[in-house]
């Protein structure tokens, strides 16, 4: 009886422990889930370089903060290049000024590179730009309080593995002989301290950066701590961890200038360079628009993310005019046009012809990039009653609004209002109720059921994992589903196959996929560590019937522990043994 008493009761203080932890993510989480957009900085003695060493170039389009290990530049010389830093223009206030007339509403600064510099006063290592050149000035303070006055979020990149100055950290092998190195040394004497002093001497962080990953969840784990004990409210981003473990921050990271396929619904960030480098090129002014940049910022927020674009300012502590230009532009629109980002949730009408939508309680805005020629904006996948329609920059002119074919039809202006972007608000009756779940159209060999086209519910979450890809997870009770809704138009026996990744500690849940009324159910088996996806055949279900049918995975009870890292779902028309027919002539 006791035993029983003591299993319960831990299973519920574990329950509670990760609905505390939960809620407190929840809240780290708000500011960075209504900022949306950031503004990333690379800068470091790599702009002296600019690009260049000793005749050798940096390719268009290559990271020019990566010059040291392209070019296995000796540390001795990257150094002695390091000492003639000094970004006399460097005006933080101007930096901080552009990043809120662009719109954003976080700032994050490369406080440490790979290269091992510290752009900050580091009493951890003098290789630093107070004490290792003539500028003496500390740019991470003056940022810090430049972004507390103009109300922006100051956040720290850190590179916390790689470091090719240090003799034991991971990635110059020209230098220093990588058996020789003693990683944990790396971590005692420089990475680790390098961070404490960053949350103990820069006021409130929003978020520290990690970058590449570490080589195993422990050694990653004590970052994690570092941050959780010193700035609990502080944000830790996806690449703390390994890419092939489970998310030890608080949000996830796409991989450099990457897009999600459909939204996602864990918060997520991508990073995106203005042109084709982080650090200062001269040889690179490959720049992206101002409507490119407008259009992808509104496609990452309608898919549940946010959007941190660098700009990688000059040696002397400028901003190369062309970001400056560009930001200027974006910032207009977003003077204009900032209600439709902020604070808004992704939109699960997923992509439409004409452009993409976000949410903020019961208004739609619907972004529209490409007019349409017969000033008809046809809006698909809403249930709701539409109560208003207008120009978000012209509230008083009502647009007319009518239904046709399940489709809302709204006649626009002849000629947009905006020409990255015209936003069009529609109001809607009471919560959004996007149409059931998106019809997947079966293929000649049956039905592919994947993240992309399913409808989450409860805790069942789509997310990504650099090494897991796209997958559904956290899911951890019977109310936690994905579910799928099926033309069914030919009848007859279906196998059913599952594909999924779980690790050890998952194996022997029970779970339940549902075909319409035909329920299957097995047990979660092991496939290994981290994200290693296998196929399993659940058997056939026979669908005697035409029509539409939907189909839910779900976890059978729930038992706390999370189900499995879902890919898909397969159900392959069984192809009946056609009779053999004996050949013509023959006995
Ligand atoms: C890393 C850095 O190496 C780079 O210099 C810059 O700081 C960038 C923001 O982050 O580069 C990466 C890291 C991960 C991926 C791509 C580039 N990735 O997993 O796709």
Redesign the pocket.
Known sequence: MIKTFAAIALLAGTALALNVQGRAADDRLRWFRDAKFGMFI?WGPYALLAGEWNGNKIPIGA?A??IMHRFNIPVREYREMARGLNPVKFDAERWVGLAKAAGMRYLVITAK??DGFAMYHSGVSDYNIADWTRFKRDPLKELSEACRKAGIRFGVYYSHREDWDHPDGFGNGWDYPPAGKNFERYLAEKSLPQVRELLTGYGPLGLVWF??GMDTPEQAGRFVDLVRTLQPQCLINGRVGS?SQELLGDYQDM??N?MPPGGLDEPWET?QTLNGT?GYSRFDQQWKSAGNVIQRLVEIVSKGGNYLLNIGPMADGTIPAPSVATLEKVGAWMARNGESIYGTTASPLGEAPWGRCTVKGQKIYLHVFHWPSDAVLRVHGIANEVTAAYPLLDPGRKLPVSRSEGAILIAVPERRLDDEDTVIAMEIAGPLKAERAPLVQASDEGFELDYLEARTAGKAMKRFN?DGGFHIAKWTGPEDTASWRLIVGRTGAYRVKIRYAAPKAQAGRTYIVAVGPHEMSAEVRATGDGFQYATFDLGTVTIAKAGTYVVTVRPADAAGRELMYFKSLTLEQAIEPSPIRPEPGAK
């Open positions: 690379h990271e903060e990566w590179h790979h970058d590449r890419y991989g450099d990457g990073p982080w650099r």
